[in-house]
């Protein structure tokens, strides 16, 4: 149990053993001189005690809350000084105002100073609505009283200092307690408990002051009676306050509204049972004090409306500036974005959560030849999303624009095609982005950029079409030209002299590489027109490894590099041929870019359902972030590659576009400067376990 909570519950105890006893014996006792002793010993004791625990309070508090509990600590001393008087002497004789009616009226007035300070936030207009609410409620509750049951209270006030403060000590403790409970209501969890022990010690005060100010009224007041036990107790109660343990949180106002609420409620509550009573006893006395109080209630409650209606009016005048100030900010943003999305070559149009388009900027409008008289008309997909082949159009559900407000999803160089308001039909490429809400995460509608690709489409239909002429036509020659260079460098046309041989070495050697050219570009023509056949079937890893590294020895040997198998195994299906080409780019490739002494290692890794193959070399290596740029038509890592090292970069391209046909996939993996491992994947033959294990005798 924290320290706080153990001391708040002791003093709790004693707090609680003190009052039941002084009750017991004021039961037994009322109206006795012991019993006068004893409710003066217990105002002495308990007003003292609720000194110590104050000021023991600020010394543990900060800023303006610790000059409210010194405060308090100050009002229990001065009101029990004048409790004492009081009991001592009744007041001393020859005074016209009896000095315990001052001591009251200033502790009571040092209690209203100390709780206005005690919110640690206050502006001075609520800081007097509070003020002004207190004394609305004390004398529309004195009003009532007088009404009701205490008439003599006013009766005898016969004008004159001593008659103020039998109106005047009421007065301020309904205030008094009227703020505590303001504050109370207002308070958060942190102050709760102590300001409801605070609440309740006042208004156990102004009871006690209230029967004590009608007992003087009607012949004098003695001590040792109830009214004491109401003294004592609300001093215990406040001074049990000063012991409440502290709370974490923010000490300020909680509930502003809930009090503005509850204070205008009870002002006009109290207004109007003061009325109704002052009506319906029409008939009974009159007097000076009366007419005082009913001064005072109403220009209190003017006041107090008064600086609520400034406030309201300053209120909505600064609202309207702020509303004002933002709707320009607004149009000002508004027009801005139009504008910006106006600038933008792509069309874009954004749709709600139904689907209905909401904007569309400028480029769209003139691409598809629409206007603004479409937003929020329809969804996009009916508007100009173009049907199937055959004129069926395509469902809604699968259109990504649905797909991006169910399912938060993005959809990325997504080709479509449009229809123009005329009807012509336009290739697009889409990007097609949900708009989610920050606060909630809910999508609120998606967003579409797209871009006319129409000429792009038809220059690259144009230049596919120009690669597939030049290399049909670049094939017929360049069959005769290596064929005749073949029989003059074998010798069947007689012997060369040596100058002429070189060149003749050197021009079959170009012509097998602008055939390997030419084989790439038909190669990536068949693959773009969808022509590029594979033929699968089961086949040894280990078969088409030792292939390709026969083939590639001599290449190897030449480069002074070493030509490694190590352990390869597996069935895979595999179209042999295509497999040869694919393993034939990538060790050709390690063995272009490895220098002399290095090593080239081929393996594979036969997995459950593939197996993996790998090419590794000891060269340059490739940047991370062009791992897969190098498998793109016409890339390569650098592009003095093309001229220091030869080829066209197409090797990679087509190995992938093989190795996806056949069911795999391809990766690079690299170090800079540590060489590079190319990797591929093919599908495991079925019954691969029952066929013998091949194992490359390399």
């Known amino acids: 149990m924290p320290s706080g909570f153990r001391a708040f519950t002791c003093a709790a105890a004693v707090v609680v053993a003190a009052v039941v006893a002084l009750t017991v014996f004021l039961g037994l006792q009322s109206g006795t001189d012991a019993a006068a002793v004893a409710a003066s010993a217990g105002l002495l004791l308990a007003g003292g005690a609720t000194a110590v625990s104050c000021f023991l309070r600020s010394r543990r508090s900060q800023r303006r809350r610790r000059g409210s509990w010194r405060l308090i600590g100050t009002a229990a001393l001065v009101a029990v000084s004048g409790n004492l008087i009081g009991a001592a002497s009744g007041g001393p004789a020859g005074l016209s105002i009896p000095l315990n009616d001052l001591t009251i009226a200033a502790a009571l007035t040092l209690s209203i100073i ?6 640690a936030i206050r502006s001075r207009r609520g800081l007097a609505v509070l003020v002004l609410d207190g004394v609305v409620a004390g004398s529309a509750v004195l009003i009532i009283a007088s009404s009701l049951i205490y008439d003599n209270l006013l009766l005898t006030t016969s004008g004159g200092l001593g008659g103020l403060t039998v109106l005047v000590i009421p007065v301020l403790d309904v205030v008094v307690a009227m703020i505590a409970v303001l504050l109370l209501v207002r308070s958060n969890s942190a102050d709760r408990l102590t300001l409801a022990l605070i609440a309740s010690g006042y208004l156990f005060y102004m009871m006690s002051d209230l029967n004590y100010a009608i007992s003087q009224a009607e012949g004098g007041y003695v001590f040792g009676t109830w009214t004491d036990l109401g003294w004592v107790s609300g001093y215990a109660l406040i001074g049990l306050a000063a012991w409440a343990p502290v709370r974490k949180g923010n000490p ?6 809930v009090a503005e609420i509850v204070g205008t409620v009870t002002i006009f509550a109290v207004l109007l049972a003061a009325g109704v009573l002052q ?22 409650a003017c006041g107090r409306e008064l600086i609520i209606s400034r406030d309201s009016y300053e209120l909505r005048l600064n609202l309207e500036h702020r509303v004002a100030a933002q709707t320009a900010d607004l149009r000002h943003w508004a027009e801005q974005t139009r504008a910006l999305l106006d600038s933008v070559a792509d069309g874009i149009y954004g749709v709600d959560v139904s689907g209905r388009v909401t904007v569309i900027n400028r480029s769209a409008r003139e691409m598809l030849g629409l206007d603004d008289r479409v937003i929020g008309t329809a969804h996009p997909h009916e508007l100009f999303h173009a049907p199937a082949p055959d004129g069926t159009p395509y469902p809604i559900e699968e259109c990504y624009v649905t797909e991006a407000i169910r399912h938060a999803s993005v959809a990325r160089s997504e080709d479509d095609v449009y229809l123009r308001s005329d009807g012509t039909e336009v290739a697009v490429e889409i990007v097609a982005s949900p708009i989610v809400d920050p606060a909630t995460s809910e999508v609120t509608g998606a967003v579409v950029a797209f871009r006319d690709v129409t000429e792009r489409r038809e220059v690259e239909r144009m230049k596919d079409r120009f690669l597939s002429v030049v290399s049909h036509e670049l094939r017929t020659p360049l069959t005769s030209i290596r064929g005749g260079l073949g029989l003059i460098n074998s010798g069947a046309l007689g012997a060369l002299p040596p100058e002429i041989e070189v060149i003749a070495a050197s021009a079959e050697e170009s012509a097998e590489r602008l055939g390997r050219l030419v084989n790439d570009i038909l190669d990536v023509e068949r693959l773009a027109s969808g022509n590029f056949e594979v033929r699968p079937v089961p086949h040894s890893a280990a078969s088409l490894i030792e292939t390709s590294a026969t083939e590639l020895a001599s290449l190897a040997q030449r480069a002074g590099v070493t030509l490694e198998v190590g352990d390869v195994g597996g069935w895979v299906v595999a179209d042999p041929d295509r497999v040869a080409q694919v ?8 063995i272009k870019f490895s220098e002399p002494g290095d090593t080239v290692r081929i393996s594979t890794a036969p997995g459950r359902d593939e197996v993996v193959f790998a090419v590794a070399d000891e060269g340059r290596g490739i940047p991370a972030d062009r791992l897969e740029d190098i498998f793109e038509r016409f890339r390569q890592v650098d592009s003095s590659d093309a001229r220091l090292e030869g080829g066209t970069g197409l090797g990679l391209a087509i190995t992938r576009a093989i190795v996806t046909q056949l069911g795999g996939r391809v990766w690079a993996e690299s170090d800079w400067g540590k060489g590079s491992t ?9 019954d691969a376990g029952q066929r013998p294990p091949a194992k490359s005798a390399l």
């Open 114 to 119: 100390a709780l206005l300070m005690f919110p």
């Open 678 to 686: 190319f990797r591929f994947t093919l599908p495991v033959a079925p």
């Open 279 to 300: 009506t319906v006893n029409s008939g009974g006395p009159t007097t000076p004090g009366r007419v005082i109080l009913w001064m005072v209630l109403v220009a209190a």
């Open 252 to 257: 300020a106002v909680a509930r502003p509204r």
């Open 583 to 590: 393993l034939g780019n990538l060790i050709g490739n390690a």
